[in-house]
């Protein structure tokens, strides 16, 4: 009897040996750093939007190439014989592929804050890139700023939002 | 005979017993090793992610936050290895930093004679010397002050194991 009552303990020692594996394993698991995912897609977009695009006039930087495809996206930027938004799209395209080809992203372009009313002209949301990382379920990284677009001297807020997620 | 069934099951329980305190005691110790290892490769990776972001903010290479300025590169890779034992006192050894401007042309690595028509710099360490090393990668901007404007780059900052 004293035998059976030792061996159920030393089944428990076991037991209790086998759960402190298990979870001294599962805590030596290589964490990837969440500062560094945040890091790089904010930069992502910051840095495609300080770029120049090599065309003049409202196109100079990828920033003024959005503003021109949300503000006048049928206008033709000098040095391209594009309209804006269809410049913008393949501008974005080129830049993000060059940066890493294993990323999926969608750049949403939205009215930011203090907006005013463009009188029937202009857009009020264009997306740029795969729309689908926006489901549930996928394991995306956001970036947002805000960029200033003048246009026939007023000054536009557009929100520029950049939704990453890395193919594996 | 009862009696010496009895101590067999004793000596059996004994030897479990003992067989699982050594497993535990050898595990434990495994285990403090590998921990030790794990905390000396994070410190490596702390390294290679603040040298990162010390490169991306740094007078000596930027213009601006995460700005790189191509005449402060070529200024710096031109100093050579007088910068990079400067540095040293920072970082400590075996590091480097890499700047790749995303342009199609192809990759030519910038000298006093060919500036400003190249596009990469590899500063200190070469990223080929064989070691394994930790690696980070990050989007920037490098701004030309030949051409006036404003490029899409790569910074990587690597420090070998």
């Known amino acids: ?29 290589t964490v990837v750093r969440e500062e560094y995912s945040d890091l790089y897609v904010n930069n992502l977009l910051l840095s495609i939007l300080k770029t120049n695009t090599g065309y003049t006039d409202r196109c100079e930087t990828v920033s003024d190439l959005i503003g021109c495809a949300f503000l006048t996206p049928s206008y033709t930027c000098g040095g391209s ?29 939205t009215s930011g804050p203090g907006w005013s009313s463009l009188d029937e ?17 996928i394991n995306r990284r ?16 557009i929100e520029v939002t950049l939704a990453v997620a890395f193919r594996k | 005979m009862k009696s010496q069934a009895g101590l067999m099951e004793y000596l059996l329980m004994t030897f479990f017993i003992v067989v699982v305190i050594v497993a535990i005691v050898l595990f434990l110790g495994w285990w403090s090793v590998m921990e030790m290892n ?14 990162l972001k010390y490169s991306g903010n740094s007078p000596y290479f930027t213009r601006e936050g995460w ?24 970082f400590g050894s075996g590091w480097f ?44 901007n490098v701004y030309r002050n030949v051409f006036r404007r404003y490029d899409i780059a790569i910074l990587t900052s690597g420090v070998y194991a």
């Not at chain 1, 030393?10 to 698991?29: D, N, R």
């Not at chain 1, 956001?142 to 807020?157: D, F, K, P």
């Not at chain 2, 794990?38 to 040298?51: G, N, S, V």
């Not at chain 2, 342009?103 to 710099?121: G, I, L, Q």
Request: proline letters at 2%; hydrophobic letters at 40%; glycine letters at 6%.
């Open chain 1, 1 to 29: 009897m004293k035998a059976q009552t030792t061996m159920i303990l030393l089944v428990f020692l076991i037991m209790i040996f086998t759960g402190l594996v298990i979870v001294l394993l599962s805590l030596s698991q």
């Open chain 1, 81 to 109: 014989s594009l309209e804006c938004r269809t410049l913008a799209e393949q501008t974005l395209e080129e830049y993000m592929n060059m940066v890493n080809e294993n990323m999926v992203y969608c750049f949403n372009i």
């Open chain 1, 121 to 137: 002209q202009g857009l009020y949301s264009i997306s740029f890139g795969d729309s689908s990382i926006w489901k549930k379920g």
């Open chain 1, 142 to 157: 956001v970036a947002r700023t805000v960029i200033q677009s003048v246009h026939e001297g007023l000054e536009y807020n």
């Open chain 2, 38 to 51: 794990l905390e000396q490769k994070k410190i490596i990776d702390e390294r290679a992610f603040f040298l």
């Open chain 2, 67 to 90: 700005v790189l300025d191509d005449a402060k590169l070529n200024a710096v890779k031109a100093l050579g290895e007088n910068f990079c034992e400067k540095l040293r006192g920072v």
């Open chain 2, 97 to 140: 930093l890499e700047v790749r401007i995303l342009d199609e042309n192809p990759e030519v690595d910038c000298t006093y004679t060919n500036y400003p028509d190249c596009n990469h710099w590899v500063l200190c360490e070469p990223k080929s010397s064989g070691k394994e090393g930790y690696i980070y990668t990050i989007p920037v």
